[in-house]
């Protein structure tokens, strides 16, 4: 480590140098999600490690992943020791798939949100073409057309592996038919 560099950081510091309020890394802390080891006086201290955790934690929340799944990735990172880049690569794999669809949604979502999305409102002039009659209302709510990355409407990332609900089903066309 450079010199002059400490190897702990104060609650004001982690806040300052991640950009979290003090009350949010106190939360953090309660909800197990980071942690910190306590002085004879009772004040936080902090491994420059829970840098990393609370950029993490930040960066997860921005695209819309629940504390819980961000608990549970966690959780695969050691006690005791600082994480090693194979720690981390250890948990991003565990989310690979879900983000990789979540960035295949929002993809579709930037690119084809002109064309018909299969809603069902029929106000556009592709909708009758691709979804006459809003046939694809047989085939459940909301947006059709980009149900099969995101139709749970989950927001955490999931185990990797086949979905039963992907069993023989035939791979969407989406929105790229409508052009």
């Known amino acids: 480590m450079a ?4 190897k702990e950081l104060t609650i004001g510091e982690l806040a300052a140098r991640s950009g979290v309020a003090t009350s949010t890394l106190r939360f953090y802390e309660r909800e197990e999600l980071i942690h910190s080891r306590r002085t004879s006086g009772n ?3 902090y491994g420059r490690d829970m840098l990393r955790r609370v950029s993490f934690i930040k960066v997860s929340q921005g695209v819309g992943i629940s504390l819980a799944a961000i608990r549970r990735a966690l959780s695969v990172l050691p006690e005791g020791r600082t994480p090693t880049r194979a720690d981390w690569e250890a948990l991003s794999q565990g989310w690979e ?4 669809e979540r960035i295949t949604v929002l993809t579709r979502l930037r690119d084809d949100l002109t064309g018909c999305i299969g ?3 029929l106000s556009l002039d592709l909708c009758p073409l691709v979804n006459p009659g809003d046939a694809m209302a047989a085939q459940g ?3 059709r057309l980009f149900a ?3 139709e749970s409407g989950r927001d955490e990332p ?3 592996g086949p979905k039963d609900e992907d069993a023989g089903r035939e791979p969407s066309s989406g929105p790229q038919a409508c052009r």
């Open 97 to 100: 798939r879900d983000l990789t």
């Open 148 to 150: 099969s990355a995101g």
């Open 158 to 160: 999931q185990d990797a």
């Open 119 to 121: 809603c069902g409102c």
């Open 3 to 6: 010199e002059g560099i400490r």
């Open 43 to 45: 004040q936080r201290r």
């Open 141 to 143: 709510p909301g947006a």
